[in-house]
């Protein structure tokens, strides 16, 4: 992930060991302490669990494409790696006006793109309108609808770029927001606002600048072979504090986490995602080496409310939320490291709310809501089909859901397909029950509330397809509240309104569950699930002072 030079980061480095000199027993006897240094250079071969889905920062919505593009871009701000604090990145500083609608930033001099030029305010200008230009697409534009203009570009189609947006000189760069929104400037966090070289774009082709993509960031993009690999390697002219101290990461593509993990065991990878069934085993074996901690992150089953038998069947939905038992799949499948979900915004999110859901495991609470859904012990129902992305465990959790719902009477298939075709068959309503996480883009109640629920982002981040006006304008009155405590009390209205309404269930609150080498340092996992690799370095021997 990328990091600016205002991180501060603990890294280990070279130190002089003194030897002490002990007396023991009138004796005196010198301990040797071992010394660690950083070996500069090197390739780190990285573990992705699925071909991302594009490297265009316009299209930077899932997890594997995120993991990569964090390396090759940087955006006006960061988040710091261990407590998520915003902190300026290609920004020198920024100011906000009174009722928080005009955010000033000022550019730090001489940020390069990976093609050798300078990159100026109006790049930002150019990147933001490319991003909300209704003909690129951008699945994650919403990012930007705060923004004077949004609407009438992407929407309405009636304006021609975005009028919020405006470089005042080559290092200032002006945005207007259409509404106050204090926290607006956690948005620019986001790889959807990183700068890109229109030049490079025009060479290409927009539709093809993911196969070349090229930023500001601490690794420059080398090649990508479908299926297999991606390749990045250190851009000597980073403007960050933190250089990198790698040569060359390769992105190793796997389609499942065991193939994976057995590779990282015979020393193919430096690192890997933990399988399900493995997690005791894996602390044991490489005890701190082996990552768990708490993510802000959900893992949630979602429904069509599009379609039959979802659509305006809410005790259906509620009695799917009670017939499954979360404590059971945390501690038992998940052998501990998942945290049953209580809600949907996880804890660590300022406003996170303890039971902010009524919904517990209540077999008969189930079996009623099914009997007043029209679906008396589940017969009725027409077959039903739960979709998931093969490769990474999600099928051994369906199974344990498939066995809880057969419990009430309500029995489903469970169907697993390749991670990009499932996003496609999901957001064209082929997928109508299908699990899906969601990991913050920044930290914050409306990242987990607004693209999930709000209407207008249907089809994109909204996968459910849900819709409600009075969810709407508690998320929309919410942003334009200038007072913290009152946004976040209007947050967690619209939070339990959706939860009552269930669009979802949610299942666990995520923990990472990962595994680095012996022979690296500096390896750490955001809260985010991302690893700074401008931070890692491999170790040189160890020796003794």
């Known amino acids: 992930m990328k990091k600016s030079g205002f991180i501060l980061i603990a890294v280990l480095i070279t130190a002089l060991l003194v030897g002490l000199v002990m007396t023991i027993g009138g004796c005196g006897k010198e301990e040797k302490k071992a010394v660690e240094e950083i070996e500069e250079g090197g390739t780190f071969n990285y573990c992705l669990t ?55 930033f000022h550019l730090k001099k001489g940020v390069k793109f990976h093609n050798g030029r300078e990159c100026t305010a109006q790049d930002f200008v150019y990147s933001w309108n490319r991003v909300c230009d209704p003909a690129t697409a951008s699945e994650v534009a919403y990012h930007m609808s705060p923004i004077k203009g949004f609407k009438e570009f992407n929407e309405d189609k009636t304006a021609t770029s975005l009028a919020g947006v405006k470089a005042l000189d080559d290092y200032t760069l002006e945005v207007t927001l259409e509404y106050p929104y204090a926290d607006f400037v956690y948005h620019t966090a986001h790889p959807v606002f990183s700068p890109i070289p229109k030049e490079v774009v025009e060479q290409y082709g927009s539709e093809n600048f993911s196969e070349h993509p090229v930023g500001t960031g601490p690794f420059k993009f080398v090649s990508w072979t479908h299926e297999q690999q991606i390749v990045v390697e250190k851009f000597a002219d980073y403007y960050g504090a933190n250089k990198p101290h790698l040569d060359k990461v390769v992105f190793k593509i796997y389609q499942d986490d065991e193939t994976a993990y057995q590779d990282f065991k015979a020393g193919t990878l430096h690192d890997a995602q933990i399988p399900q069934g493995q997690f005791e085993a894996a602390a044991a074996e490489y005890g701190e080496r082996a990552i768990f901690k708490p993510m802000l992150g959900i893992y949630y089953y979602g429904f069509n409310m599009n379609v039959a038998p979802w659509k ?48 517990t495991y209540d077999p008969e609470k189930a079996k009623a809501l099914l009997e007043e859904a029209g679906y008396p012990n589940g017969q009725g129902l027409p077959e039903l089909t ?112 959706i939860l009552e309404d269930a669009p979802i269930i949610p299942l666990m609150f995520y923990k990472t569950s990962r595994v680095y080498s012996d022979k690296v340092g500096g390896y750490i996992r955001t809260p985010d699930d991302l690893t700074p690799l401008e931070l890692v370095y491999f170790k040189k021997a160890a020796t003794t002072e």
């Open 312 to 359: 305006d069947n809410k005790a259906l939905r509620q009695a799917f939320n009670y017939a499954v038992d979360r404590e059971t799949l945390c501690s038992v499948v998940m052998e501990g490291q998942r945290v049953p979900a209580t809600g949907i915004v996880p804890p660590g999110i300022p406003g996170y709310q303890a039971g902010a859901m009524e919904y």
């Open 386 to 497: 739960l979709g998931y992305n093969t490769g990474v465990g999600h099928d051994t959790i369906a199974q344990f859901i498939q066995s809880n719902l057969k419990d009430v009477g309500v029995s489903f298939k469970i169907e697993g397909y390749e991670w990009g075709t499932y996003l496609d068959l999901i957001q064209g309503e082929q997928i109508t029950f299908f699990r899906l996480g969601w990991l913050a883009d920044y930290p914050i109640m409306d990242n987990f509330l607004y693209p999930l629920f709000y209407s207008e982002n249907a089809g994109v981040d909204n996968m459910t397809q849900y819709k409600n006006p009075e969810v709407d304008e508690l998320l929309l009155k919410a942003r334009s509240t200038p007072d913290e405590d009152e946004r976040i009390e209007l947050y967690r209205k619209a939070e339990k309104l």
């Open 50 to 104: 699925a071909d991302p889905v594009s490297l265009d920062p316009a299209q930077l919505q899932e997890s594997q494409g995120i993991e990569v593009g964090k390396q090759i871009f940087d955006g006006l701000m960061d988040n710091d790696p261990k407590t998520m604090e915003l902190v300026p990145a290609m920004a020198e500083s920024y100011e906000v006006n009174d009722d928080a609608t005009v955010f000033t």
